[in-house]
């Protein structure tokens, strides 16, 4: 060896004892969590941030939004489906995290179908967190369309929420 090498060999050592990760990175694939603004889709949020902790990943929120049609055409309303969607992602994840989120997580409002979005956004995440059901019309079904959609074509593990509340059980800690 050089002389040369051997300095090049020794700065590159100080450096790698030296350099040190920025604070709170994460660096495995990140969980993507369904938000539609209802109670589950909060205890889903939590859920998912619990296991991020555990796994070293970061959390992504994705709440979708359809412009309303009505027969005619569009229809008319006050505020659009956009808005009312982003105060729904502000009020679950000022439910989970307060006024201020952590660097980790990162949130999107997508316009489009619910599950169709979330299969196509599971490409690449680690698991897809949604609950059992939402604020659709059959509400009341043991398993909602959207998660049953996201069971079946996510390109990941999917975890479904269940209301714990109603059953009578403890949350998992």
Partial sequence: MTPHTDKTQDMTKTLENTATPAPST???AR???????????????????RLAGSLDAPVHAVI??????????LANYETSPETDATNSLR??????FGA???EWFTQSVLEGVAAHVLVAESVGSQ?????HHGHGALADLPL?????????RAHCPVLIMH???????AEFS
């Avoid at 993507?32 to 889709?41: A, H, W």
């Avoid at 698991?127 to 609950?131: C, E, I, Y």
């Fill in 26 to 28: 994460r660096t495995a």
């Fill in 31 to 49: 969980i993507l969590v369904g938000i539609d603004g209802s109670e589950q889709s909060i205890d889903a949020l939590r859920r998912a941030v």
């Fill in 64 to 73: 979708t939004w359809r412009a309303p049609v009505s027969f005619g055409g």
């Fill in 91 to 96: 009020h679950v994840t000022t439910a989970v």
């Fill in 100 to 102: 201020r989120t952590p």
């Fill in 127 to 131: 698991m897809l967190v949604v609950g």
């Fill in 144 to 152: 909602g369309s959207v998660s049953a959609a996201c069971a079946l």
């Fill in 163 to 169: 209301d714990v509340r109603s059953a009578g059980a």
